[in-house]
């Protein structure tokens, strides 16, 4: 089956990059410490609602065209977040073999394998909270937002899966459940 509607075309938005330049500002002055500046970790929530927004339009285009793939969508955040992923966690360990002392690599070793695993926003929670210690003790402390992005992902790709699945069955209703979740 030929399916009528057109590809999709990646239209670029300045309002978008205007506020990813917003989040990024914020939780940068923050981390630096600049005066006054006291909501880094809203940045962070910027840049979750921007990418929920984003993959949720790019979804559901898919779906629509009847093109969507759980592997496809996985594969594709993959072949995005892992290089830097793998290279970010590389330099990071390479370093902390010199700065951290021999009791502080243990608990390095696990954070690092949570970051690895992309649950390093549950690690964390058990281990400290975001405020709590200066993030030279934690140096993958960051990764925390990187887990949740995954985890969204994962989350997203099961769902509309279960729904095209579901689809056969029932198109009207699903339809609407589509429009609500986006």
Excluded: C
């Excluded at 285009?61 to 093109?67: A, C, L, N």
């Excluded at 549950?122 to 887990?147: E, I, N, R």
């Amino acid at each position: 089956m030929i399916n009528p509607l057109p590809k999709m075309a990646i239209i670029y938005r300045p309002d978008i990059d205007g506020l990813r330049a917003i989040a990024i500002l914020a939780v940068v002055l923050y981390h630096a410490g600049v005066p006054g500046v006291t909501g880094g970790f809203v940045g962070v929530d910027m840049f979750f609602v921007i990418t929920g927004y984003l993959i949720a339009q790019y979804v559901w285009h898919e779906v629509q065209r009847g093109t969507f793939s759980a592997a496809g969508f996985m594969e594709r955040r993959i072949r995005r977040i892992f290089p830097a992923l793998i290279v970010m966690l590389a330099v990071v360990t390479v370093i902390s073999f010199f700065l951290l002392l021999p009791t502080q690599l243990k608990g390095y070793a696990s954070s690092l394998i949570s970051a690895a695993g992309f649950v390093s926003n549950t690690y964390f929670v058990q281990k400290t909270g975001y405020f709590d210690v200066p993030d030279s003790d934690h140096p993958l402390l960051h990764t925390w937002s990187l887990a949740v992005e995954m985890q969204f992902y994962i989350f997203v790709a099961i769902l509309v899966s279960l729904f095209m699945f579901l689809k056969v069955k029932n198109k009207y209703k699903i339809n609407h459940i589509y429009i609500y979740i986006v």
